[in-house]
């Protein structure tokens, strides 16, 4: 079983920058794909970012694109998350999840089987 582990998260004015982390042990990101979730409160949890197991692309939501950057430190069983200019509606608990998922359901929580327990970010100024 993997168990993952987010750290990073802060309270941080708008325009700042944080990087998350999500460490892996009892298993390998290589083996798996990789995604960030976040959930804002009275919000459901809704996609970040992911990567395929089988590739380096990664797939970002809109409301990130172009601000986030999601890497893979294989060497390390990391992975992490790159936000900056971030907005106060970055607002919320960010988890980590691996799975196997196919292009297609990359945005699907269900195909995740492994998450992390969250970590928090705050925007406010």
């Known amino acids: 079983q993997v168990q993952l582990v987010e750290s990073g998260g802060d309270w941080v004015q708008p325009g700042a920058s944080l990087r998350l982390s999500c460490a892996a042990s009892?298993?390998?990101?290589?083996?798996?794909?990789v995604a960030w979730f976040r959930q804002a409160p009275g919000k459901e949890r809704e996609f970040v970012a992911a990567?395929?197991?089988?590739?380096?692309?990664?797939y970002y939501a809109a409301s990130v694109k172009g601000r986030f950057t999601m890497s893979r430190d294989n060497a390390k069983n990391t992975v992490y998350l790159q936000m900056n200019s971030l907005k106060n509606e970055d607002t919320a608990v960010y988890y980590c999840?691996?799975?196997?998922?196919?292009?297609?359901?990359?945005?699907?929580?269900?195909?995740?089987?492994?998450w992390g327990q969250g970590t928090q970010v705050t925007v406010s100024s």
């Open positions: 990567v395929k197991q089988t590739g380096s692309n990664v």
């Open positions: 999840a691996v799975g196997r998922p196919i292009t297609s359901s990359l945005t699907d929580q269900s195909v995740y089987y492994y």
């Open positions: 009892g298993g390998t990101f290589r083996s798996y794909g």
